[in-house]
C-alpha cells in the first residue's frame, strides 16, 4: 500500500494499517523492511510492526535508522524471520 492507495503516507500509519487489515495479520506477525528511516520504518514501528533497515538501499550511510535490525543484504533476512516468527 502507498500514498496513491490511501491518501497518507507510510510515515503517517495508514498505508501499512490498510495492508494489515487486507492481509489479515497482526502488526506484531509482520517485519516491514524499509530502506528509508522517516518514511518506512518510523511508520511501521507506529503501528507495533518489526522493522529491518536495509542499508543498501536508498539512503545509505552512518545514520541512526531507529529500526529493531538493519541489514547490509537480503541474505540476512531469513535469520530475522526465523527469530521473529514473523512474515
Same mark, same amino acid.
Given at each position: 500500500? %502507498?500514498?496513491?492507495?490511501?491518501? +497518507? *503516507? ?7 494499517? &490498510?495492508?494489515?487489515?487486507?492481509? @489479515? ?18 511508520? %511501521?514501528?507506529?503501528?507495533?510492526? +518489526? *522493522? ?7 539512503? &545509505?550511510?552512518?545514520?541512526?535508522? @531507529? ?21
Amino acid at each position: 500500500m %502507498a500514498f496513491e492507495d490511501t491518501g +497518507k *503516507t507510510k510515515a503517517e500509519g495508514l498505508p501499512f494499517e &490498510k495492508a494489515l487489515k487486507e492481509l @489479515g495479520f497482526a502488526p506484531s506477525e509482520v517485519l516491514m523492511v524499509g530502506d528509508w528511516p522517516e518514511r518506512d520504518i518510523q511508520g %511501521a514501528k507506529s503501528l507495533g510492526m +518489526k *522493522t529491518a533497515f536495509a542499508r543498501y538501499g536508498a539512503k &545509505k550511510g552512518g545514520i541512526d535508522s @531507529g529500526a529493531d535490525y538493519e541489514i547490509d543484504d537480503l541474505g540476512e533476512l531469513m535469520q530475522i524471520v526465523k527469530k521473529e516468527n514473523c512474515l
